[in-house]
């Protein structure tokens, strides 16, 4: 046994750890940033270094004396979690004794030279989920034995000399989301257990030897397998977007089943030896981008029910088939000749390749269109008619072509200019590029300390803002999650991710969510926006289905409404922590207002969350920007929570500054009282029993009767009554009465002089990394 080394600082850090560790697996070892790591694993680690060749000495950190990193490794609680090696020039063979290491979650060895066997111990590792392989030369065939991974999400094995055939056990992966067998030697047929898998977002098995039919067994929209990670708590359930099965020798026709797959993006069987005919349905693919059927057998004629996916498709290719018939006009105007040619008896794609019987004949030709269908086209045009027709035709093109350049020139400069100011905001952005994930630790060519991880399994796209936060799309989509509320804008989600660190997911409603671009612009502003009393925007997520994630900081005491209304019993809340948090409620607002011009909307209890200190943080600011104006002027307004919306609300549809000072009022009112606006006391609302009971008879009745025990600390002089007078002049029922909210402040700062730490006594509110471009 080896005995652990460490500087006395460090053992002192580690010692808690230890004990746990070493009790659990009886032997530990120190390695690298505080880790400890079990007797098991450490021996897995070294028979694995052993094996692999490493020119560049990366694994030589991997000693039991090294107090710096293990470089690639992660571990928790002893063991490791993760191997992350990709681009280090190693070679050798991947030890078997990678089965030692029951804790890993990740193995990620991507684009280096090692060969051998895929090893089949890889099946012991439960918790396996994502496995990185591609840019090898592991050779032999896919262990069956991976289907035993139960947690598998992620295998990519592309481009190896992987042969054999694909283990149908695969499909025992009830998580498996993508798989990745492209550009290998790979033979036999493709297993239809896999094709069914209802876990299955993407599948490429480009590029291989396959044979045989396509299985006729593609899993329609069924349920996915019952699991708690968000991306299945937004998606519902899976559907197959990416299906890559070109450059094969498959046979027989397309399947019909491939027309219930709803969510399919991308359709690729070219180059195969498909025959049949395309069938019809494939045009109730709405999502499709592309489908490219080109150089197989394929007959028939291009149905017209393809035209319905010509706005969306952005990639077609039938080129190289035994197709005929004249090619539907939409197709025919968005895609080029090389999308269709190599079909002898398809036609109306080009000039050169026009179809026999021109449905409108030109004024000059007399014929009638069933006479010159009868007769063919016979009819010889002059030189000077042709002459005619060929400069209008160049002509034509020309002007075509003029205006695609100007339109390209528009969008590029668009784009161009968009991504400066994302820059400029200190974004820093990880896009999907299909599995290729870099780690950081100075590969060659990489920056040490960059991390560009393998986004969305799915192709999303993750923008960080400014802030400590350091996750990929896959972490977050990983993460487990359980729902902590929903609103009218959409649910939000307590997100644990791999780490253990905690944020909360708000996953917006897409119908009522503006578009793309518009959306990444205004998120852009959102996402700057910095201050003690406002929570901040911390990354979003936009997923290739149009998923929308805004990721943000996770309060672990909740909103203002459980610190209130759910608290346990005999926890009071003295005055001077109701005060800090109706003035840091204030103070946020007036930020909003005042600095950022931005109206909330919907400020209630709910929405203001606090921190570890009772430190208020208003929540949800800003979403009406995210949505769609419709939705702004129809549901959001009216959505308000009832009980914190001012009464012009109902009327007027627009929330303004005036009506979220209303909101501010009944939240002050809600700490005086201690009561709920959402219970209503003989049919008056909140501020309408407060105001009865002022004027009936000034009663001590209305406060909250825990204030009035207050010790030391407790309200003093006229703090109560003064505060209840302002929050009653915060819910005027005119709007034009309403103090602003930095009048709110200023007047509760007045009341009782800041004492609270924390937020901050002055407005120290700013716009992080606000140089920008200036293209908002
Ligand atoms: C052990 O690892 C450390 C870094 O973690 C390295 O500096 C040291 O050179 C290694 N020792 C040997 C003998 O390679
Ligand atoms: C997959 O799982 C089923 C039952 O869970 C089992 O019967 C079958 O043998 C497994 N397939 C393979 C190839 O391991
Ligand atoms: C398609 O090819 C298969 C095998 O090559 C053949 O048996 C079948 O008759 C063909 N079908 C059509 C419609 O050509
Ligand atoms: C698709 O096109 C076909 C024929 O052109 C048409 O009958 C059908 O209604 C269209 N379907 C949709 C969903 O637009
Ligand atoms: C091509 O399709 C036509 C029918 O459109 C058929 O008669 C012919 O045999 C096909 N040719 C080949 C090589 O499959
Ligand atoms: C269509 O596929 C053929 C190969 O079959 C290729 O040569 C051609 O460039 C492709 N056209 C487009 C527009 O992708
Ligand atoms: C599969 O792997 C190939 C080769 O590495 C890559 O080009 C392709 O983008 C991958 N496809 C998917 C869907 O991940």
């Known amino acids: 046994m080896l005995t652990l080394r460490a500087s006395s600082l460090l053992l002192i850090f580690l010692l808690p750890t230890l004990a746990t560790a070493a009790h659990h697996h009886g032997h530990v070892h120190a390695a690298g940033d505080g880790v400890v790591i079990s007797q098991a694993d450490y021996q897995g680690l070294q028979a694995i270094k052993h094996d692999l060749s490493d020119p560049y000495g990366y694994l030589r950190s991997w000693n039991d004396s090294g107090l710096g990193a293990w470089s690639g490794i992660k571990c928790v609680n002893g063991n490791v979690v993760a191997i992350t090696l990709p681009w280090r020039g190693l070679s050798g063979t991947l030890s078997h004794r990678i089965g030692q290491l029951t804790k890993l979650r990740r193995l990620s060895l991507h684009d280096n030279a090692i060969g051998g066997l895929i090893p089949s111990s890889l099946g012991f590792l439960p918790d396996l989920r994502g496995l990185y392989l591609f840019n090898n030369r592991f050779s032999g065939a896919v262990p069956a034995s991976i289907g035993n991974c139960a947690a598998l999400q992620a295998f990519d094995a592309s481009n190896n000399l992987l042969t054999g055939g694909v283990p149908p056990s695969l499909a025992n992966s009830t998580k498996l989301m993508r798989l ?44 996915a397998p019952s699991s708690s990670s968000l991306k299945e708590s937004i998606t519902g359930s899976y559907h197959l977007a990416v299906l890559d099965l070109s450059h094969n020798s498959l046979d027989g026709p397309i399947p019909a089943s491939l027309a219930g797959l709803q969510k399919l993006q991308v359709v690729d069987l070219a180059g195969n030896r498909l025959n049949g005919t395309i069938p019809d349905k494939l045009g109730a693919l709405a999502e499709l981008k592309t489908l490219d059927l080109s150089g197989n057998d394929i007959s028939g004629e291009i149905p017209a029910s393809l035209s319905n996916l010509t706005a969306n498709l952005q990639s077609f290719n039938v080129s190289n088939n035994n ?156 993460a487990t999650a359980e729902i902590m509320g929903k609103s009218t804008y959409g649910t939000v989600y307590k997100a644990t991710l791999e780490d253990g660190s905690l944020v909360a997911v708000k996953r917006l409603r897409e119908k009522i969510t503006k578009g793309h671009k518009d959306f990444e612009a205004e998120a852009a502003v959102l996402g700057k926006i910095r ?59 007036a930020f909003l207002h005042d600095d950022m011009s931005i109206v909330h909307g919907n400020l209630t209890a709910s929405n203001v969350l606090l921190d570890d200190h009772t430190n208020p943080k208003i929540a949800d600011f800003g979403l009406s920007r995210l949505m769609t104006t419709a939705a702004n002027s129809n549901v959001l ?10 009464p012009e609300l109902s009327k007027l549809k627009k929330a303004s500054a005036k009506t979220d000072v209303y909101s501010l009022g009944v939240i002050i009112l809600e700490l005086l009282t201690g009561k709920s606006p959402a219970e209503t006391t003989n049919g008056m609302d909140l501020p309408q029993w407060v105001a009865s009971i002022v004027k009936e ?37 005119s709007a034009s009465v309403r103090p602003d909210a930095r009048e709110v402040l200023r007047q509760l ?26 293209n908002e």
């Open 637 to 646: 307004a009216a959505a308000g929570a009832l009980g914190y919306r001012a």
């Open 323 to 478: 197709l005929s018939g004249e090619v539907p006009v939409s197709l025919a105007q968005k895609f080029g000749p090389s999308s269709f040619a190599g079909n002898i008896q398809l036609c109306g794609y080009s000039a050169s390749a026009p179809c026999p019987a021109s449905p409108s004949p030109s004024p000059s030709v007399p014929a009638s269109p069933a006479q010159e269908e009868s007769k063919g086209v016979r009819r010889r045009f002059s030189t000077k008619e042709l002459a005619f027709i060929i400069a209008g035709i160049v002509v034509g093109i020309l002007i075509l072509l003029a205006l695609c350049c100007l339109l390209l020139c528009f969008l590029t400069k668009k784009r161009s200019s968009s991504s400066t100011g994302a820059r400029s905001g200190k974004q820093t952005t990880s896009k999907a590029a299909g599995g290729a994930a870099a780690a950081g630790g100075g590969g060659r060519g990489e920056k040490p300390g960059t991390e560009v991880e393998s986004g969305g399994e799915v192709g999303g796209k993750l923008v960080h803002f400014d802030g400590p936060m350091a996750f990929t799309a896959d972490d977050l989509l990983c």
């Open 180 to 223: 990745n067998l492209s550009h290998n030697a790979i033979s036999g047929d493709v297993p239809p257990e896999i094709v069914a898998s209802p876990s299955l977002v993407f599948l490429a098995l480009s590029h291989n030897k396959l044979s045989g039919q396509i299985p006729d067994a593609f899993a329609g929209s069924r349920r």
């Open 749 to 774: 700062e007045q009341i009782r002089p800041g004492t609270e730490g924390g937020a901050g006594t002055s407005d120290e509110g700013h716009v992080a990394a606000a140089s920008s471009a200036g």
């Open 697 to 733: 008879e000034w009663t001590s009745e209305v406060f909250d009767l825990e204030l009035m025990r207050d010790g030391d600390n407790g309200p003093a002089g006229d703090e109560l009554v003064d505060t209840l007078k302002l929050a009653l002049h915060c819910v005027d029922q």
């Open 531 to 589: 201050h003690p009393n406002l929570l901040p925007l911390r990354a979003y997520y936009l997923g290739p289905k149009g998923e929308k994630l805004l990721v943000l900081d996770f309060m672990p005491n909740g909103s203002l409404s459980q610190f209130l209304h759910a608290r346990a019993p005999n926890t009071p809340i003295n005055w001077e922590t109701r005060m800090t948090i109706a003035k840091g409620t204030a103070r946020g607002l």
